[in-house]
Protein backbone atom coordinates (compact mmCIF):
# COMPACT_ATOMS: atom_id res chain seq x y z
CA UNK A 1 0.00 0.00 0.00
CA UNK A 2 1.94 2.79 -1.04
CA UNK A 3 0.27 6.53 -1.25
CA UNK A 4 2.39 8.40 -4.24
CA UNK A 5 0.78 11.85 -4.61
CA UNK A 6 0.61 13.56 -7.94
CA UNK A 7 0.20 17.38 -8.69
CA UNK A 8 1.66 20.05 -10.47
CA UNK A 9 1.83 23.68 -12.59
CA UNK A 10 1.34 25.22 -9.49
CA UNK A 11 2.60 28.83 -11.08
CA UNK A 12 3.50 30.16 -7.50
CA UNK A 13 4.20 33.13 -7.20
CA UNK A 14 3.39 34.17 -10.61
CA UNK A 15 -0.04 33.03 -11.44
CA UNK A 16 -1.72 31.94 -7.69
CA UNK A 17 -0.12 32.93 -3.98
CA UNK A 18 -0.33 29.65 -2.55
CA UNK A 19 -1.72 26.24 -2.47
CA UNK A 20 -5.65 25.98 -1.42
CA UNK A 21 -5.68 26.00 2.76
CA UNK A 22 -8.10 23.25 2.33
CA UNK A 23 -6.00 21.63 0.37
CA UNK A 24 -3.05 22.25 2.37
CA UNK A 25 -4.57 21.35 5.51
CA UNK A 26 -5.08 17.42 4.43
CA UNK A 27 -1.48 17.61 2.94
CA UNK A 28 0.52 16.88 6.23
CA UNK A 29 3.65 14.69 6.09
CA UNK A 30 4.20 11.23 7.50
CA UNK A 31 0.93 9.98 5.43
CA UNK A 32 2.69 10.01 1.76
CA UNK A 33 5.65 7.74 0.59
CA UNK A 34 6.68 9.59 -3.09
CA UNK A 35 5.61 12.98 -4.79
CA UNK A 36 5.54 12.95 -8.28
CA UNK A 37 5.41 16.94 -9.37
CA UNK A 38 4.41 17.66 -13.23
CA UNK A 39 6.47 21.04 -13.22
CA UNK A 40 6.13 24.62 -13.19
CA UNK A 41 6.55 24.58 -9.23
CA UNK A 42 7.99 27.70 -9.72
CA UNK A 43 10.56 29.00 -7.26
CA UNK A 44 12.07 26.63 -4.24
CA UNK A 45 10.05 28.06 -1.51
CA UNK A 46 7.29 25.17 -3.01
CA UNK A 47 9.88 22.64 -3.42
CA UNK A 48 11.31 23.05 -0.22
CA UNK A 49 7.24 22.76 0.88
CA UNK A 50 7.39 19.46 -1.21
CA UNK A 51 10.20 17.67 0.40
CA UNK A 52 8.56 18.36 3.59
CA UNK A 53 5.31 16.45 2.90
CA UNK A 54 7.50 13.33 1.79
CA UNK A 55 11.28 13.43 0.88
CA UNK A 56 10.87 10.68 -2.32
CA UNK A 57 10.42 13.91 -4.60
CA UNK A 58 9.95 13.77 -8.31
CA UNK A 59 9.93 16.72 -10.32
CA UNK A 60 10.00 17.13 -14.55
CA UNK A 61 11.09 20.67 -15.69
CA UNK A 62 7.93 23.25 -17.33
CA UNK A 63 8.66 26.06 -18.87
CA UNK A 64 8.40 28.08 -16.28
CA UNK A 65 10.26 26.48 -13.34
CA UNK A 66 13.30 28.74 -12.02
CA UNK A 67 15.65 25.69 -11.45
CA UNK A 68 16.97 24.35 -14.64
CA UNK A 69 18.23 21.10 -13.27
CA UNK A 70 15.17 19.37 -13.69
CA UNK A 71 15.12 16.54 -16.30
CA UNK A 72 12.40 17.32 -18.75
CA UNK A 73 10.69 13.54 -18.18
CA UNK A 74 11.72 10.56 -15.55
CA UNK A 75 10.89 7.42 -14.57
CA UNK A 76 9.85 6.00 -11.91
CA UNK A 77 9.15 2.47 -10.82
CA UNK A 78 6.74 1.77 -7.47
CA UNK A 79 5.92 -1.50 -6.61
CA UNK A 80 4.88 -3.33 -9.56
CA UNK A 81 4.34 -0.01 -11.71
CA UNK A 82 6.30 1.64 -13.92
CA UNK A 83 5.49 5.91 -13.37
CA UNK A 84 6.39 8.36 -16.13
CA UNK A 85 6.76 11.77 -15.71
CA UNK A 86 6.74 14.52 -17.96
CA UNK A 87 5.53 18.31 -17.91
CA UNK A 88 3.63 18.02 -21.27
CA UNK A 89 4.47 21.30 -23.00
CA UNK A 90 6.89 19.64 -25.30
CA UNK A 91 4.20 17.14 -26.28
CA UNK A 92 2.89 19.18 -29.18
CA UNK A 93 -0.53 18.96 -29.61
CA UNK A 94 -0.84 20.11 -25.90
CA UNK A 95 -3.30 17.52 -24.24
CA UNK A 96 -3.42 15.37 -27.78
CA UNK A 97 -4.17 12.13 -25.98
CA UNK A 98 -2.29 9.63 -29.27
CA UNK A 99 0.84 12.00 -28.73
CA UNK A 100 0.95 11.82 -24.99
CA UNK A 101 0.54 7.90 -25.98
CA UNK A 102 3.38 8.16 -28.24
CA UNK A 103 5.93 9.31 -25.43
CA UNK A 104 4.28 6.72 -23.17
CA UNK A 105 5.66 4.04 -25.54
CA UNK A 106 8.41 5.86 -25.52
CA UNK A 107 9.19 5.74 -21.58
CA UNK A 108 8.04 2.36 -21.83
CA UNK A 109 5.66 2.94 -18.64
CA UNK A 110 2.21 1.92 -17.52
CA UNK A 111 1.47 4.96 -16.19
CA UNK A 112 2.73 8.73 -17.46
CA UNK A 113 1.79 12.02 -15.21
CA UNK A 114 1.78 14.62 -17.21
CA UNK A 115 0.45 18.28 -16.61
CA UNK A 116 0.91 21.88 -18.47
CA UNK A 117 -3.01 21.88 -19.90
CA UNK A 118 -4.20 22.52 -15.93
CA UNK A 119 -7.47 20.41 -17.00
CA UNK A 120 -7.46 16.85 -15.14
CA UNK A 121 -7.94 13.74 -17.36
CA UNK A 122 -7.04 10.28 -17.27
CA UNK A 123 -7.22 8.37 -20.27
CA UNK A 124 -6.57 4.64 -20.92
CA UNK A 125 -4.99 3.18 -24.23
CA UNK A 126 -3.16 -0.27 -25.03
CA UNK A 127 0.19 1.09 -23.69
CA UNK A 128 -1.44 2.06 -20.11
CA UNK A 129 -2.87 5.00 -18.77
CA UNK A 130 -2.07 8.77 -18.83
CA UNK A 131 -2.99 10.67 -16.14
CA UNK A 132 -3.35 15.02 -15.63
CA UNK A 133 -3.53 16.25 -12.29
CA UNK A 134 -4.54 19.56 -12.95
CA UNK A 135 -3.26 22.36 -11.41
CA UNK A 136 -3.13 21.85 -7.82
CA UNK A 137 -3.48 26.22 -7.32
CA UNK A 138 -5.83 26.49 -9.68
CA UNK A 139 -3.31 28.90 -12.01
CA UNK A 140 -4.53 30.48 -15.56
CA UNK A 141 -3.00 28.00 -17.83
CA UNK A 142 -2.04 29.16 -21.73
CA UNK A 143 -5.37 28.11 -22.86
CA UNK A 144 -8.10 29.22 -20.36
CA UNK A 145 -8.64 30.97 -17.22
CA UNK A 146 -11.49 28.26 -15.94
CA UNK A 147 -9.64 25.89 -13.82
CA UNK A 148 -10.51 24.75 -10.55
CA UNK A 149 -7.52 23.54 -8.15
CA UNK A 150 -7.37 19.65 -8.25
CA UNK A 151 -4.44 17.03 -7.38
CA UNK A 152 -4.50 13.27 -7.36
CA UNK A 153 -3.40 11.10 -4.58
CA UNK A 154 -2.28 7.67 -6.09
CA UNK A 155 -3.00 4.19 -3.19
CA UNK A 156 -0.62 1.42 -5.58
CA UNK A 157 -1.30 -1.91 -3.75
CA UNK A 158 0.42 -4.78 -6.26
CA UNK A 159 -0.90 -4.88 -9.05
CA UNK A 160 -3.94 -2.69 -8.62
CA UNK A 161 -4.11 1.03 -8.39
CA UNK A 162 -6.96 3.77 -6.82
CA UNK A 163 -6.32 7.00 -7.84
CA UNK A 164 -8.16 9.61 -6.00
CA UNK A 165 -8.89 12.82 -7.23
CA UNK A 166 -9.05 15.67 -5.07
CA UNK A 167 -10.90 18.79 -6.43
CA UNK A 168 -12.02 21.95 -5.43
CA UNK A 169 -15.16 22.65 -6.41
CA UNK A 170 -16.72 25.78 -5.37
CA UNK A 171 -14.57 26.06 -2.32
CA UNK A 172 -15.22 22.57 -1.30
CA UNK A 173 -12.82 19.84 -1.37
CA UNK A 174 -14.93 17.05 -3.41
CA UNK A 175 -13.29 13.35 -3.31
CA UNK A 176 -13.56 10.64 -6.40
CA UNK A 177 -11.45 7.60 -7.22
CA UNK A 178 -10.82 5.80 -10.14
CA UNK A 179 -9.82 2.26 -10.57
CA UNK A 180 -7.32 0.35 -12.59
CA UNK A 181 -5.59 -2.78 -12.62
CA UNK A 182 -2.32 -4.02 -14.60
CA UNK A 183 -2.61 -6.60 -16.44
CA UNK A 184 0.24 -9.17 -16.01
CA UNK A 185 1.11 -9.18 -19.66
CA UNK A 186 3.09 -6.34 -20.25
CA UNK A 187 2.91 -7.12 -23.97
CA UNK A 188 0.38 -5.77 -26.38
CA UNK A 189 -2.90 -6.55 -25.92
CA UNK B 1 18.55 2.94 69.72
CA UNK B 2 17.92 -1.01 69.65
CA UNK B 3 19.41 -2.44 65.70
CA UNK B 4 17.13 -5.10 64.84
CA UNK B 5 19.45 -8.14 64.51
CA UNK B 6 19.12 -10.45 61.27
CA UNK B 7 17.14 -13.41 61.41
CA UNK B 8 19.32 -16.36 62.68
CA UNK B 9 17.73 -18.51 59.69
CA UNK B 10 19.58 -15.66 57.61
CA UNK B 11 22.92 -15.44 59.58
CA UNK B 12 23.72 -18.74 58.29
CA UNK B 13 27.01 -19.64 56.85
CA UNK B 14 24.56 -21.07 54.33
CA UNK B 15 24.58 -17.61 52.41
CA UNK B 16 27.65 -17.03 52.22
CA UNK B 17 29.97 -19.96 51.61
CA UNK B 18 30.29 -23.56 49.90
CA UNK B 19 27.45 -24.81 51.47
CA UNK B 20 27.35 -28.66 53.19
CA UNK B 21 26.71 -31.53 50.44
CA UNK B 22 23.94 -33.01 52.52
CA UNK B 23 20.99 -30.97 51.57
CA UNK B 24 20.12 -32.42 47.85
CA UNK B 25 19.46 -28.91 46.30
CA UNK B 26 22.08 -27.28 47.46
CA UNK B 27 24.50 -30.52 45.46
CA UNK B 28 23.37 -29.20 42.69
CA UNK B 29 24.31 -25.33 42.14
CA UNK B 30 27.74 -26.50 44.23
CA UNK B 31 29.09 -27.52 41.07
CA UNK B 32 27.52 -24.63 39.43
CA UNK B 33 29.92 -22.23 41.48
CA UNK B 34 32.97 -24.92 40.12
CA UNK B 35 32.05 -24.34 37.06
CA UNK B 36 34.42 -22.43 35.37
CA UNK B 37 32.21 -20.58 33.19
CA UNK B 38 30.17 -17.73 34.82
CA UNK B 39 26.70 -18.64 33.44
CA UNK B 40 24.35 -21.22 32.36
CA UNK B 41 24.89 -21.88 28.44
CA UNK B 42 22.40 -19.85 26.99
CA UNK B 43 20.63 -21.27 24.00
CA UNK B 44 22.52 -21.94 20.78
CA UNK B 45 23.62 -18.28 20.06
CA UNK B 46 22.20 -16.68 16.75
CA UNK B 47 23.86 -18.37 14.09
CA UNK B 48 22.10 -17.91 10.69
CA UNK B 49 20.95 -21.72 10.67
CA UNK B 50 18.51 -22.65 7.56
CA UNK B 51 15.87 -25.25 9.18
CA UNK B 52 14.14 -24.33 12.45
CA UNK B 53 16.49 -25.04 15.41
CA UNK B 54 15.00 -26.15 18.58
CA UNK B 55 17.40 -25.01 21.10
CA UNK B 56 17.13 -26.47 23.88
CA UNK B 57 17.54 -24.04 27.26
CA UNK B 58 19.99 -25.48 29.81
CA UNK B 59 19.19 -26.10 32.96
CA UNK B 60 22.59 -25.16 34.97
CA UNK B 61 21.15 -26.20 38.32
CA UNK B 62 20.91 -29.81 37.08
CA UNK B 63 24.45 -29.75 35.12
CA UNK B 64 25.54 -32.13 38.53
CA UNK B 65 28.52 -33.06 37.18
CA UNK B 66 30.04 -29.40 36.08
CA UNK B 67 31.40 -29.78 32.91
CA UNK B 68 29.05 -27.48 31.47
CA UNK B 69 28.36 -29.64 28.05
CA UNK B 70 24.65 -28.89 28.02
CA UNK B 71 24.26 -32.24 28.47
CA UNK B 72 21.17 -32.30 30.50
CA UNK B 73 21.72 -35.04 33.70
CA UNK B 74 18.96 -37.47 34.72
CA UNK B 75 16.97 -35.66 37.13
CA UNK B 76 17.12 -36.34 40.74
CA UNK B 77 14.50 -38.63 42.49
CA UNK B 78 12.94 -35.54 44.30
CA UNK B 79 12.35 -34.15 40.82
CA UNK B 80 11.36 -37.49 39.15
CA UNK B 81 8.38 -37.51 42.44
CA UNK B 82 7.50 -34.19 41.29
CA UNK B 83 6.93 -34.62 37.81
CA UNK B 84 5.10 -37.81 38.47
CA UNK B 85 2.74 -35.78 40.96
CA UNK B 86 2.91 -33.38 38.24
CA UNK B 87 1.64 -35.96 35.23
CA UNK B 88 -0.73 -37.50 38.16
CA UNK B 89 -2.79 -34.30 38.57
CA UNK B 90 -2.99 -33.45 34.69
CA UNK B 91 -3.98 -36.98 33.74
CA UNK B 92 -6.62 -36.95 36.30
CA UNK B 93 -10.33 -35.61 34.82
CA UNK B 94 -10.75 -32.05 37.04
CA UNK B 95 -7.57 -31.14 37.66
CA UNK B 96 -7.07 -30.20 40.95
CA UNK B 97 -6.06 -26.28 41.03
CA UNK B 98 -4.51 -26.17 44.10
CA UNK B 99 -2.39 -29.36 44.00
CA UNK B 100 -1.14 -28.14 40.58
CA UNK B 101 -0.43 -24.63 42.28
CA UNK B 102 1.66 -26.03 44.94
CA UNK B 103 3.57 -28.48 42.72
CA UNK B 104 4.13 -26.34 39.99
CA UNK B 105 5.82 -23.16 42.55
CA UNK B 106 8.72 -26.04 43.54
CA UNK B 107 9.37 -25.85 39.69
CA UNK B 108 8.21 -27.44 36.19
CA UNK B 109 11.06 -30.15 35.80
CA UNK B 110 12.19 -29.22 31.97
CA UNK B 111 12.52 -32.78 30.98
CA UNK B 112 8.79 -33.84 31.53
CA UNK B 113 7.68 -31.40 28.70
CA UNK B 114 4.64 -30.50 30.21
CA UNK B 115 5.39 -27.05 30.89
CA UNK B 116 3.50 -25.29 28.26
CA UNK B 117 0.06 -27.16 29.77
CA UNK B 118 0.75 -26.28 33.04
CA UNK B 119 1.47 -22.57 32.18
CA UNK B 120 -1.88 -22.62 30.25
CA UNK B 121 -3.89 -24.07 33.48
CA UNK B 122 -2.12 -21.84 35.45
CA UNK B 123 -2.86 -18.59 33.94
CA UNK B 124 -6.57 -19.66 33.27
CA UNK B 125 -6.52 -20.25 29.92
CA UNK B 126 -7.52 -24.07 30.35
CA UNK B 127 -10.59 -24.44 32.52
CA UNK B 128 -9.60 -27.38 35.12
CA UNK B 129 -12.03 -30.01 33.44
CA UNK B 130 -10.48 -31.39 31.02
CA UNK B 131 -13.24 -32.52 28.95
CA UNK B 132 -13.97 -28.97 27.55
CA UNK B 133 -10.44 -28.53 26.42
CA UNK B 134 -10.54 -29.10 22.93
CA UNK B 135 -13.78 -26.93 22.51
CA UNK B 136 -12.41 -24.61 24.77
CA UNK B 137 -9.00 -23.82 22.34
CA UNK B 138 -11.15 -24.18 19.30
CA UNK B 139 -13.11 -21.04 20.19
CA UNK B 140 -10.21 -19.09 21.56
CA UNK B 141 -8.11 -19.90 18.57
CA UNK B 142 -10.97 -19.00 16.12
CA UNK B 143 -11.30 -15.64 18.14
CA UNK B 144 -7.76 -15.06 17.78
CA UNK B 145 -7.95 -15.53 14.47
CA UNK B 146 -10.85 -12.94 13.72
CA UNK B 147 -9.35 -10.39 15.74
CA UNK B 148 -6.10 -10.74 13.80
CA UNK B 149 -8.02 -10.15 9.99
CA UNK B 150 -9.93 -7.07 11.66
CA UNK B 151 -6.92 -5.07 13.24
CA UNK B 152 -4.09 -6.12 10.77
CA UNK B 153 -5.85 -5.27 7.36
CA UNK B 154 -4.76 -2.28 5.55
CA UNK B 155 -7.09 0.37 4.91
CA UNK B 156 -6.94 0.05 1.04
CA UNK B 157 -7.59 -3.77 1.68
CA UNK B 158 -10.20 -2.58 4.05
CA UNK B 159 -11.53 -0.60 0.91
CA UNK B 160 -11.52 -2.83 -1.24
CA UNK B 161 -13.54 -5.37 0.99
CA UNK B 162 -16.36 -2.77 1.96
CA UNK B 163 -16.48 -2.28 -2.24
CA UNK B 164 -17.07 -6.06 -3.07
CA UNK B 165 -19.76 -6.25 -0.38
CA UNK B 166 -21.66 -3.18 -1.68
CA UNK B 167 -21.24 -4.00 -5.52
CA UNK B 168 -20.29 -7.57 -6.00
CA UNK B 169 -18.12 -9.45 -7.87
CA UNK B 170 -18.64 -8.20 -11.40
CA UNK B 171 -16.93 -4.55 -10.95
CA UNK B 172 -14.03 -6.05 -11.54
CA UNK B 173 -14.32 -7.65 -14.69
CA UNK B 174 -16.11 -4.64 -16.07
CA UNK B 175 -12.84 -3.12 -17.92
CA UNK B 176 -12.77 -0.39 -20.32
CA UNK B 177 -10.19 -1.15 -23.01
CA UNK B 178 -9.46 2.58 -23.71
CA UNK B 179 -11.06 5.59 -23.47
CA UNK B 180 -11.50 8.27 -20.96
CA UNK B 181 -11.70 6.30 -17.42
CA UNK B 182 -14.65 6.43 -15.36
CA UNK B 183 -14.81 8.76 -12.00
CA UNK B 184 -16.78 6.59 -9.46
CA UNK B 185 -17.30 7.77 -5.91
CA UNK B 186 -15.47 6.87 -2.94
CA UNK B 187 -16.49 4.06 -0.52
CA UNK B 188 -18.11 5.48 2.84
CA UNK B 189 -16.76 9.48 1.70
CA UNK B 190 -13.27 7.95 2.99
CA UNK B 191 -9.85 8.69 1.20
CA UNK B 192 -6.58 8.42 2.19
CA UNK B 193 -6.17 12.23 2.96
CA UNK B 194 -9.05 11.86 5.32
CA UNK B 195 -9.14 13.88 8.50
CA UNK B 196 -12.34 12.67 10.01
CA UNK B 197 -11.43 10.96 13.32
CA UNK B 198 -13.89 7.78 12.32
CA UNK B 199 -12.10 7.61 9.01
CA UNK B 200 -10.47 4.39 8.66
CA UNK B 201 -7.28 6.08 7.02
CA UNK B 202 -6.80 8.37 9.76
CA UNK B 203 -6.66 5.43 12.61
CA UNK B 204 -4.19 4.00 10.43
CA UNK B 205 -1.83 6.72 10.82
CA UNK B 206 -2.62 7.33 13.81
CA UNK B 207 -1.67 3.27 14.83
CA UNK B 208 1.67 3.24 12.62
CA UNK B 209 3.25 5.42 15.16
CA UNK B 210 2.67 2.29 17.56
CA UNK B 211 3.21 -0.57 15.29
CA UNK B 212 6.65 1.54 14.28
CA UNK B 213 7.43 1.21 17.94
CA UNK B 214 6.19 -2.56 18.30
CA UNK B 215 8.48 -3.33 15.17
CA UNK B 216 11.33 -1.44 16.66
CA UNK B 217 11.10 -3.37 20.07
CA UNK B 218 9.99 -6.87 18.43
CA UNK B 219 13.55 -6.71 16.46
CA UNK B 220 15.49 -5.97 19.35
CA UNK B 221 13.98 -8.79 21.75
CA UNK B 222 16.54 -11.16 23.01
CA UNK B 223 19.12 -10.70 20.16
CA UNK B 224 21.22 -13.47 21.28
CA UNK B 225 18.59 -16.39 20.99
CA UNK B 226 18.55 -18.01 17.92
CA UNK B 227 14.08 -18.15 18.55
CA UNK B 228 14.08 -14.71 18.10
CA UNK B 229 16.40 -13.12 16.12
CA UNK B 230 19.06 -13.73 13.45
CA UNK B 231 17.82 -14.39 9.14
CA UNK B 232 16.49 -17.98 9.74
CA UNK B 233 12.61 -18.29 8.88
CA UNK B 234 11.90 -19.66 12.14
CA UNK B 235 13.02 -16.72 13.57
CA UNK B 236 11.49 -14.13 11.79
CA UNK B 237 7.83 -16.48 11.75
CA UNK B 238 8.67 -15.97 15.52
CA UNK B 239 9.22 -12.44 15.13
CA UNK B 240 5.79 -11.49 13.20
CA UNK B 241 4.18 -13.57 15.61
CA UNK B 242 5.25 -11.20 18.31
CA UNK B 243 4.06 -8.33 16.41
CA UNK B 244 0.67 -9.51 15.74
CA UNK B 245 0.08 -10.25 19.34
CA UNK B 246 1.13 -7.27 20.01
CA UNK B 247 -0.43 -5.10 17.57
CA UNK B 248 -3.76 -7.46 18.69
CA UNK B 249 -3.42 -6.32 22.00
CA UNK B 250 -2.96 -2.55 21.78
CA UNK B 251 -5.55 -2.09 19.70
CA UNK B 252 -7.95 -4.15 21.74
CA UNK B 253 -6.55 -2.23 25.16
CA UNK B 254 -6.66 1.38 24.33
CA UNK B 255 -6.18 2.13 27.87
CA UNK B 256 -2.49 0.92 27.80
CA UNK B 257 -1.99 0.20 24.05
CA UNK B 258 1.48 -0.44 24.02
CA UNK B 259 4.70 0.27 25.81
CA UNK B 260 7.96 -0.37 25.68
CA UNK B 261 9.07 -3.59 27.85
CA UNK B 262 5.68 -5.74 26.75
CA UNK B 263 7.63 -7.53 24.26
CA UNK B 264 9.68 -8.57 26.86
CA UNK B 265 6.74 -10.17 29.16
CA UNK B 266 5.58 -11.63 26.05
CA UNK B 267 8.84 -13.70 25.10
CA UNK B 268 9.48 -16.60 27.33
CA UNK B 269 5.44 -17.45 27.01
CA UNK B 270 6.03 -17.52 23.33
CA UNK B 271 8.79 -19.75 23.78
CA UNK B 272 7.39 -21.90 25.85
CA UNK B 273 4.28 -22.65 24.07
CA UNK B 274 5.89 -22.50 20.71
CA UNK B 275 7.90 -25.56 22.01
CA UNK B 276 5.47 -27.54 22.93
CA UNK B 277 6.40 -31.24 22.00
CA UNK B 278 2.05 -31.44 20.93
CA UNK B 279 2.36 -30.67 17.38
CA UNK B 280 -0.86 -28.92 17.05
CA UNK B 281 -0.33 -27.15 20.06
CA UNK B 282 2.97 -25.40 19.01
CA UNK B 283 1.19 -24.56 15.75
CA UNK B 284 -1.18 -22.75 17.43
CA UNK B 285 1.15 -20.85 20.00
CA UNK B 286 0.07 -17.57 18.63
CA UNK B 287 -3.04 -17.41 19.68
CA UNK B 288 -2.59 -19.45 23.13
CA UNK B 289 -0.30 -16.91 24.03
CA UNK B 290 -2.38 -13.96 22.98
CA UNK B 291 -5.02 -14.63 25.82
CA UNK B 292 -2.28 -16.37 28.39
CA UNK B 293 -0.14 -12.39 27.76
CA UNK B 294 -3.77 -10.66 28.05
CA UNK B 295 -4.42 -12.63 31.82
CA UNK B 296 -1.04 -11.97 32.34
CA UNK B 297 -0.98 -8.30 31.89
CA UNK B 298 -3.87 -7.67 33.49
CA UNK B 299 -2.06 -8.28 37.11
CA UNK B 300 0.11 -6.01 35.91
CA UNK B 301 -1.48 -3.27 33.88
CA UNK B 302 -1.74 -0.55 36.59
CA UNK B 303 2.09 -0.36 36.31
CA UNK B 304 2.11 0.39 32.88
CA UNK B 305 -0.44 3.03 33.21
CA UNK B 306 1.14 6.18 33.51
CA UNK B 307 -1.91 7.71 35.17
CA UNK B 308 -1.56 5.31 37.97
CA UNK B 309 1.98 5.61 38.76
CA UNK B 310 1.44 7.45 42.05
CA UNK B 311 -2.41 6.10 43.06
CA UNK B 312 -2.66 2.96 45.51
CA UNK B 313 -2.63 0.24 42.61
CA UNK B 314 0.92 2.09 41.16
CA UNK B 315 3.60 1.43 40.48
CA UNK B 316 5.13 3.50 43.42
CA UNK B 317 3.44 1.51 46.05
CA UNK B 318 4.17 -1.48 44.60
CA UNK B 319 7.95 -0.24 45.24
CA UNK B 320 6.76 0.77 48.90
CA UNK B 321 5.60 -2.59 48.92
CA UNK B 322 8.77 -4.16 48.22
CA UNK B 323 10.14 -1.51 50.58
CA UNK B 324 7.93 -2.66 54.15
CA UNK B 325 8.67 -6.20 52.83
CA UNK B 326 12.77 -6.15 53.18
CA UNK B 327 12.54 -3.88 56.12
CA UNK B 328 10.22 -6.31 58.02
CA UNK B 329 12.59 -9.39 57.12
CA UNK B 330 16.08 -7.29 57.06
CA UNK B 331 16.05 -4.16 58.59
CA UNK B 332 19.81 -3.67 58.94
CA UNK B 333 19.65 -3.66 55.19
CA UNK B 334 16.41 -1.57 54.27
CA UNK B 335 18.30 0.94 56.62
CA UNK B 336 21.55 0.99 54.73
CA UNK B 337 19.73 1.00 51.07
CA UNK B 338 17.26 3.61 51.89
CA UNK B 339 18.00 5.65 54.53
CA UNK B 340 22.07 5.76 54.45
CA UNK B 341 23.20 5.53 50.47
CA UNK B 342 19.75 6.84 48.95
CA UNK B 343 19.18 3.55 46.82
CA UNK B 344 15.62 3.77 46.03
CA UNK B 345 13.65 1.07 44.93
CA UNK B 346 12.56 2.93 41.98
CA UNK B 347 15.96 2.80 40.74
CA UNK B 348 16.63 -0.79 40.34
CA UNK B 349 13.41 -2.42 41.07
CA UNK B 350 11.29 -0.59 38.41
CA UNK B 351 12.87 -2.90 35.98
CA UNK B 352 12.53 -5.72 38.23
CA UNK B 353 8.65 -5.69 39.09
CA UNK B 354 7.54 -4.25 35.75
CA UNK B 355 9.46 -6.83 33.29
CA UNK B 356 9.22 -9.90 35.60
CA UNK B 357 12.40 -10.17 36.37
CA UNK B 358 13.03 -11.14 32.31
CA UNK B 359 16.00 -8.20 31.75
CA UNK B 360 17.91 -9.57 34.92
CA UNK B 361 18.50 -12.92 34.20
CA UNK B 362 19.11 -15.73 31.79
CA UNK B 363 16.16 -16.66 29.96
CA UNK B 364 16.68 -20.41 30.93
CA UNK B 365 16.85 -18.98 34.17
CA UNK B 366 13.20 -16.69 33.53
CA UNK B 367 11.49 -19.57 32.98
CA UNK B 368 12.04 -21.20 36.01
CA UNK B 369 11.38 -18.28 38.28
CA UNK B 370 8.18 -18.15 36.29
CA UNK B 371 7.23 -21.23 37.07
CA UNK B 372 7.08 -20.14 40.55
CA UNK B 373 5.49 -16.78 39.48
CA UNK B 374 2.88 -17.74 37.82
CA UNK B 375 1.61 -20.37 40.33
CA UNK B 376 1.31 -17.92 42.95
CA UNK B 377 -2.83 -18.38 43.65
CA UNK B 378 -3.48 -14.74 44.10
CA UNK B 379 -1.30 -14.02 41.47
CA UNK B 380 2.47 -13.31 40.71
CA UNK B 381 2.84 -10.06 42.35
CA UNK B 382 3.17 -11.16 45.77
CA UNK B 383 5.61 -13.57 45.23
CA UNK B 384 7.61 -11.32 42.71
CA UNK B 385 8.28 -8.90 45.50
CA UNK B 386 9.42 -11.68 47.54
CA UNK B 387 11.72 -12.65 44.71
CA UNK B 388 13.29 -8.88 44.61
CA UNK B 389 13.55 -8.78 48.30
CA UNK B 390 15.06 -12.39 48.23
CA UNK B 391 17.94 -10.51 45.36
CA UNK B 392 18.60 -8.34 47.68
CA UNK B 393 19.06 -10.32 50.85
CA UNK B 394 21.44 -12.41 48.61
CA UNK B 395 24.11 -9.69 47.76
CA UNK B 396 23.39 -8.09 51.54
CA UNK B 397 26.96 -8.34 52.46
CA UNK B 398 28.20 -6.44 49.28
CA UNK B 399 25.68 -3.80 49.39
CA UNK B 400 26.10 -3.20 53.33
CA UNK B 401 29.86 -2.29 52.16
CA UNK B 402 28.63 -0.30 49.34
CA UNK B 403 27.97 3.29 48.37
CA UNK B 404 25.75 4.84 46.04
CA UNK B 405 27.06 4.30 43.08
CA UNK B 406 28.42 0.90 43.71
CA UNK B 407 24.77 -0.47 45.28
CA UNK B 408 23.19 0.71 42.27
CA UNK B 409 25.88 -0.31 39.80
CA UNK B 410 25.44 -3.89 41.10
CA UNK B 411 21.55 -4.15 41.47
CA UNK B 412 20.74 -2.88 37.72
CA UNK B 413 23.61 -5.62 36.76
CA UNK B 414 22.47 -7.90 39.33
CA UNK B 415 25.33 -10.60 39.06
CA UNK B 416 24.72 -14.07 38.23
CA UNK B 417 23.18 -16.53 40.51
CA UNK B 418 21.85 -19.93 41.33
CA UNK B 419 18.13 -19.86 40.93
CA UNK B 420 17.27 -22.42 43.00
CA UNK B 421 18.90 -20.97 45.75
CA UNK B 422 16.97 -17.62 45.38
CA UNK B 423 13.87 -19.10 45.23
CA UNK B 424 14.61 -21.00 48.31
CA UNK B 425 14.98 -17.98 50.09
CA UNK B 426 12.22 -16.21 48.79
CA UNK B 427 10.24 -19.30 50.15
CA UNK B 428 11.42 -18.89 53.11
CA UNK B 429 10.02 -15.12 53.32
CA UNK B 430 7.05 -16.00 52.45
CA UNK B 431 6.66 -18.11 55.73
CA UNK B 432 8.24 -15.79 57.98
CA UNK B 433 5.67 -13.38 56.31
CA UNK B 434 3.16 -13.49 58.50
CA UNK B 435 5.99 -13.36 61.52
Avoid at chain 1, 151 to 164: A, K, P
Avoid at chain 2, 119 to 140: F, M, T
Wanted: charged share 25%.
Amino acid sequence: MVLVLALGDLHIPHRAPDLPAKFKSMLVPGKIQHIICTGNLCIKEVHDYLKTLCPDLHIARGEYDEDSRYPETKTITIGQFKVGLCHGHQVIPWGDLDSLAMLQRQLDVDILVTGHTHQFTAYKHEGGVVINPGSATGAHSSITYDVNPSFILMDIDGLRVVVYVYELIDGEVKVDKIDFKKTTATTAN
Amino acid sequence: MVKKRVPDWLNNSLWYSRPPPDDERILRYASRYSDPEPTAEPPTPAAPSGDPPRPEIVDSARDRDGDGNGVLESPSAEEISRQSQLLAELSSKVVNMRELRRLASQGIPDGSRIRPVVWKLLLGYLPPDRAIWPSELAKKRSQYKNFKSEFLMNPSEITRRLEKSANGDNDEIKRQNSGLLRRSGITHGDHPLNLVASSIWHQFFQDAVIIEQIDRDVHRTHPDINFFSGDSQYAKSNQEALRSILIVFAKLNPGIRYVQGMNEVLAPLFYVFRNDPDLDNAAAAEADTYFCFSELLSEFRDNFCQQLDNSVVGIRSTLARLSELLKQHDEELWRHLEVTTKVNPQFYAFRWITLMLTQDFDFGDIIHIWDTLLSDPEGPQETLLRVCCAMLILVRRRLLAGDFTSNLKLLQHYPSTNINHLMYVASKLCSKHSG
